[in-house]
């Protein structure tokens, strides 16, 4: 959209360049490469679909339970939508054999996987689920021991024997591990939890009571500080690397379960296909509220083949069951938009249709899994009501309209909020209950408690020969963000505590972000605004940042950048620097507070990788300086 007053100076400070950027040290994370450096991965191209039994049994899995799954799945249809993994939680291990530390199945709960003579192989159980047309998928956990063994001692399927056998974590045998679980038995996905790098240190009673091997944390939940972010990304990289010698082929999918912790949304893209943004979901309102929150404002830091995971849905369960059929349609439509993975996780041999139906609904599903992979953006948010915007790759909209309280509410969509012209008429279908409008301008719709509308739009968009940068989220890696020390991200939603407790002072913000890299908002969550001129649309990011964002045939980069009038840091100046396929294309003067924005062009035709980076190099504060690229474009 347009700035508040006309650039008086817009080209302020800004010297256009055509030369190597080969100077710059390669040792600098702020330097050009000229490549996406995310890995570019065959699998999870869209988000990861499929069923997992966590929320529906728990440890008290079994074989006819997952089987029966995957039959609902083909014979409802839910297969042909993309639900294809079957995953099987926690709960399905007997103990590691010793002294050769191959994993043994509880052939009680899993027949198919007794074998003659001795023995046990999951290899018959992924076979059936393949003969099916779907894929396989199974559980571990980074360290010695898994998330049950510490919170879930009554269960029947708990791992049997010495303290040895009952390690069945990955933690001495990951490539054992991963090569038992892919090569020899054939599943085809993985979640990796962290409890046994977080909750068995030797302070711990319940280790000492069960006779576990102590293990110092590596997280500690309350505190990024003290957790050992580089040794948790490194015990995770290790499980990658492991996944790429036992399929070659790429055909598998890693998620990583720590829960939004270890600063994993710096690293989570480069080494797995999806990552949780917060910890376990409960099937409560305010807990779902938690768990959107925690990936609702990261859609810079997700794109095909990695994604923000705010947990597998609930719905079926307490607030989202079939009496509480508003809230379950929230509860997905919200995973829906913001690109999640939708993983059902409910009993489907017995599902009434009005669930199917949740699970069914086709559009919302395309929403999701809509092949340019942009995550939905804020484009209105209060406490009470968020509009999120969705751009979809065949230029359409998707507007998701959502009242998270208790009361009756009035919600308007603007034409600006989804970027279109506000003299033009704008088309909505309703992908809940099929019915087509228009306006002009803005509209109003009616919201009962706890609803969400979804629509796709159509329009005659503001920028009619390109795409804003905060449109196209899926096309963004944000390299480097420019955060020297993660904190807590205070705009979560604080529920009660998820198990229900009140004991302490209650629920604080825990999970690292703060300060990230966003889209047509500043990292701190307000307006951007750059010399009182505001942006309705662009990126907000720290300096000291690199953004790479693929061009698809745009011909010009341009943005009008400066120091927002947010930042904390008003002494200290920023350079922007464009760069096209590692070459030096633009850049602008030393801005500073206070000072009017500049308009930043770069030629960009037959450039495959721009890189857009804010610089200083002699910081004088330690206080956060924040940088805007304010209407950043690509434009034909």
Same mark, same amino acid.
């Given at each position: 959209?347009?700035?508040?007053?006309?650039?008086?100076?817009?080209?302020?400070?800004?010297?256009?360049?055509?030369?190597?950027?080969?100077?710059?040290?390669?040792?600098?994370?702020?330097?050009?490469?000229?490549?996406?450096?995310?890995?570019?991965?065959?699998?999870?191209?869209?988000?990861?679909?499929?069923?997992?039994?966590?929320?529906?049994?728990?440890?008290?899995?079994?074989?006819?339970?997952?089987?029966?799954?995957?039959?609902?799945?083909?014979?409802?249809?839910?297969?042909?939508? #993309?639900?294809?993994?079957?995953?099987?939680?926690?709960?399905?291990?007997? &103990?590691?054999?010793?002294?050769?530390?191959?994993?043994?199945? *509880?052939?009680? $709960?899993?027949?198919?996987?007794?074998?003659?003579?001795?023995?046990?192989?999951?290899?018959?159980?992924?076979?059936?689920?393949?003969?099916?047309? @779907?894929?396989?998928?199974?559980?571990?956990? $980074?360290?010695?021991?898994?998330?049950?063994?510490?919170?879930?001692?009554?269960?029947?399927?708990?791992?049997?024997?010495?303290?040895?056998?009952?390690?069945?974590?990955?933690?001495?045998?990951?490539?054992?591990? $991963?090569?038992?679980?892919?090569?020899?038995?054939?599943?085809?996905?993985?979640?990796?939890?962290?409890?046994?790098?977080?909750?068995?240190?030797?302070?711990?009673?319940?280790?000492?009571?069960?006779?576990?091997?102590?293990?110092?944390?590596?997280?500690?939940?309350?505190?990024?500080?003290?957790?050992? =972010?580089?040794?948790?990304? #490194?015990?995770?990289?290790?499980?990658?690397?492991?996944?790429?010698?036992?399929?070659?082929?790429?055909?598998? $999918?890693?998620?990583?379960?720590?829960?939004?912790?270890?600063?994993? *949304?710096?690293?989570?893209?480069?080494?797995?296909?999806?990552?949780?943004?917060?910890?376990?979901?409960?099937?409560?309102?305010?807990?779902?509220?938690?768990?959107?929150?925690?990936?609702?404002?990261?859609?810079?830091?997700?794109?095909?083949?990695?994604?923000?995971?705010?947990?597998?849905?609930?719905?079926?369960?307490?607030?989202?069951?079939?009496?509480?059929?508003?809230?379950?349609?929230?509860?997905?439509?919200?995973?829906?938009?913001?690109?999640?993975?939708? @993983?059902?996780? %409910?009993?489907?041999?017995?599902?009434?249709?009005?669930?199917?139906?949740?699970?069914?609904?086709?559009?919302? =599903?395309?929403?999701?899994?809509?092949?340019?992979?942009?995550?939905?953006?804020?484009?209105?948010?209060?406490?009470?009501?968020?509009?999120?915007?969705?751009?979809?790759?065949?230029?359409?909209?998707?507007?998701?309209?959502?009242?998270?309280?208790?009361?009756?509410?009035?919600?308007?969509?603007?034409?600006?909020?989804?970027?279109?012209?506000?003299?033009?008429?704008?088309?909505?279908?309703?992908?809940?209950?099929?019915?087509?409008?228009?306006?002009? #301008?803005?509209?109003?719709?009616?919201?009962?408690?706890?609803?969400?509308?979804?629509?796709?739009?159509?329009?005659?968009?503001?920028?009619?020969?390109?795409?804003?940068?905060?449109?196209?989220?899926?096309?963004?890696?944000?390299?480097?963000?420019?955060?020297?020390?993660?904190?807590?991200?205070?705009?979560?939603?604080?529920? *009660?505590?998820?198990?229900?407790?009140?004991?302490?002072?209650?629920?604080?913000?825990?999970?690292?972000?703060?300060?990230?890299?966003?889209?047509?908002?500043?990292? %701190?969550?307000?307006?951007?605004?750059?010399?009182?001129?505001?942006?309705?649309?662009?990126?907000?990011?720290?300096?000291?940042?690199?953004?790479?964002?693929?061009?698809?045939?745009?011909?010009?980069?341009?943005?009008?950048?400066? =120091?927002?009038?947010?930042? &904390?840091?008003?002494?200290?100046?920023?350079?922007?620097?464009?760069?096209?396929?590692? *070459?030096?294309?633009?850049?602008?003067?030393?801005?500073?507070?206070?000072?009017?924005?500049?308009?930043?062009?770069?030629? =960009?035709?037959?450039? &495959?990788?721009?890189?857009?980076?804010?610089?200083?190099?002699?910081?004088?504060?330690?206080?956060?300086?924040?940088?805007?690229?304010?209407?950043?474009?690509?434009?034909?």
């Amino acid at each position: 959209m347009l700035i508040r007053a006309l650039l008086a100076s817009a080209a302020i400070g800004v010297v256009a360049f055509a030369q190597s950027a080969s100077a710059l040290s390669a040792a600098d994370p702020l330097a050009p490469t000229g490549r996406w450096s995310i890995p570019e991965r065959a699998q999870a191209r869209t988000p990861p679909m499929g069923w997992n039994s966590w929320n529906a049994f728990r440890t008290e899995v079994d074989e006819a339970k997952v089987l029966g799954a995957a039959q609902a799945m083909v014979d409802s249809g839910l297969s042909n939508l #993309g639900y294809t993994y079957v995953n099987i939680d926690d709960g399905w291990w007997l &103990r590691r054999r010793q002294p050769d530390g191959r994993l043994e199945i *509880r052939t009680a $709960i899993f027949p198919s996987a007794q074998i003659e003579g001795g023995g046990s192989s999951f290899r018959p159980f992924t076979d059936a689920l393949h003969r099916l047309g @779907l894929k396989a998928g199974i559980y571990t956990d $980074i360290g010695r021991n898994a998330c049950s063994q510490a919170y879930d001692l009554h269960s029947p399927n708990l791992p049997e024997g010495s303290t040895a056998e009952r390690e069945v974590g990955l933690a001495g045998h990951v490539d054992q591990d $991963i090569g038992l679980y892919f090569q020899e038995w054939g599943f085809d996905y993985i979640k990796v939890d962290a409890c046994g790098v977080n909750v068995y240190g030797p302070d711990n009673p319940l280790v000492a009571e069960q006779g576990y091997t102590p293990v110092p944390p590596l997280i500690d939940q309350a505190s990024i500080a003290r957790t050992d =972010v580089a040794a948790v990304k #490194g015990l995770y990289g290790a499980v990658a690397e492991a996944l790429e010698r036992h399929n070659p082929d790429g055909d598998y $999918i890693l998620a990583i379960c720590n829960w939004g912790s270890a600063d994993v *949304r710096a690293w989570g893209k480069n080494v797995g296909h999806m990552w949780r943004t917060s910890g376990d979901i409960t099937p409560t309102w305010t807990r779902m509220l938690h768990n959107f929150d925690s990936a609702s404002t990261r859609a810079l830091y997700a794109q095909p083949g990695a994604w923000n995971d705010p947990d597998i849905l609930f719905i079926g369960h307490g607030e989202f069951d079939e009496a509480h059929l508003t809230e379950a349609r929230s509860h997905f439509s919200l995973w829906a938009m913001i690109n999640a993975p939708l @993983l059902i996780s %409910y009993d489907l041999r017995q599902a009434p249709q009005s669930l199917m139906d949740i699970w069914g609904n086709a559009d919302v =599903v395309a929403l999701n899994q809509d092949p340019g992979g942009h995550q939905g953006v804020i484009a209105y948010a209060s406490d009470d009501v968020q509009i999120i915007v969705k751009t979809l790759a065949d230029g359409r909209k998707a507007a998701a309209l959502f009242n998270r309280g208790l009361g009756e509410t009035e919600v308007t969509l603007t034409a600006a909020q989804l970027k279109f012209a506000p003299d033009a008429p704008v088309r909505l279908r309703d992908l809940w209950d099929g019915t087509e409008s228009a306006f002009t #301008g803005e509209t109003t719709f009616t919201l009962s408690p706890r609803q969400t509308l979804v629509f796709a739009a159509s329009g005659t968009r503001v920028l009619t020969d390109g795409l804003y940068v905060s449109e196209m989220p899926g096309a963004v890696n944000v390299a480097v963000d420019g955060v020297v020390a993660p904190e807590p991200d205070p705009v979560i939603h604080r529920m *009660r505590n998820a198990w229900g407790e009140t004991r302490g002072s209650g629920e604080r913000p825990t999970y690292a972000g703060w300060g990230g890299a966003r889209a047509d908002s500043t990292p %701190y969550d307000e307006a951007l605004k750059i010399d009182d001129q505001g942006f309705d649309t662009g990126v907000g990011v720290l300096t000291n940042s690199r953004l790479e964002i693929r061009n698809d045939g745009f011909a010009r980069f341009q943005a009008k950048v400066g =120091v927002d009038d947010s930042t &904390r840091n008003t002494r200290d100046a920023v350079r922007f620097v464009v760069y096209g396929d590692g *070459r030096l294309l633009a850049e602008s003067g030393p801005m500073r507070f206070g000072q009017a924005p500049a308009l930043l062009s770069a030629e =960009v035709a037959g450039v &495959r990788l721009i890189e857009i980076v804010a610089r200083s190099d002699a910081l004088t504060s330690d206080l956060p300086l924040v940088a805007v690229w304010g209407e950043a474009a690509l434009r034909r």
